[in-house]
């Protein structure tokens, strides 16, 4: 999860997501509509009798500011809550695993605030079972051949990988640009990636109100998407004094052609982009 605004809770009940199946929550900065939610949802996870733990990834202020708070609304709980401190310079791995790695970045807002990019590690290749077979390959050494290395016979004889193996399901990677102002240094940090979110909380005709707020016209995140070779942008966070959301769409496209207009309840496939 990213951030914990209020209605959390509610959100996730909407969506039928599984309260024992979260783990991680990223806190991008430490504004209330991205952190109140934390209390009850904690309080909600440990209702629930399955036990476990969490971590939250934040700074030292955000530990600071937050622990006491848990402790006085959920600190009766069984449920552990570990903070994973992160710098607020960004360029650090917050999280990694097997398959996953989460790196910062640093946005540009009125307060302290992380950016994060999710990238999954690089597949293996996959295995041509009836090439495999052909030339005996044996199954203790499939995962070596999914590695990328070539099948050695008996006789010497070299089976190039290629031969046995097709290419790899392309590793799949997403940024989450929270609360910022144009940062157009920032796109070489992202990197390519199949979507990115980028806040989108003003239109260009509010342009004076963006830099000084810490925040994005919808024209500026589809050019941050151009220049840091996204697939796809996702808008989001808005500001309520428009009447509608379709305008961010359409001012996006005007820069960008690949456009989610975000709302709530969306679900966005990537392997499908």
Known sequence: MVDCGEGTQLAMMRQRLKFQRLRHIFLTHLHGDHVLGLPGLISTLDLHGTGGEITIHTTAEGEQILSPILKAFAGYTDFKVNFNLLSSTGGETAFENHALKVRTVKLRHRVPTLGYIFEESPRPRHLLRDMCDFHGVPTSQFNNIKAGMDFVKPDGAIIPNSVLTSDATP?????????????????????????????????????????????????????????????????????????????????????????????????????KL
Request: glycine letters at 6%; aromatic letters at 8%.
């Open 171 to 271: 590793a799949l990677s997403y940024a989450h640009i929270s609360d910022t102002s144009f940062k157009p240094s920032l796109a070489e940090e992202i990197g390519p990636v199949d979507l990115l979110f980028h806040e989108t909380t003003y239109l260009e005709q509010d342009l004076p109100l963006a830099a000084p707020r810490g925040h994005s016209t919808a024209r500026q995140a589809a050019e941050m998407a151009k220049l840091c070779g996204a697939k796809w942008l996702l808008t989001g966070h808005y500001s309520s004094r428009y009447p509608s959301d379709e305008g961010f769409r359409d001012e996006a496209r005007e820069v960008f052609p690949n456009v989610i207009l975000n709302r709530e309840g969306l679900v966005t496939d990537l392997t």
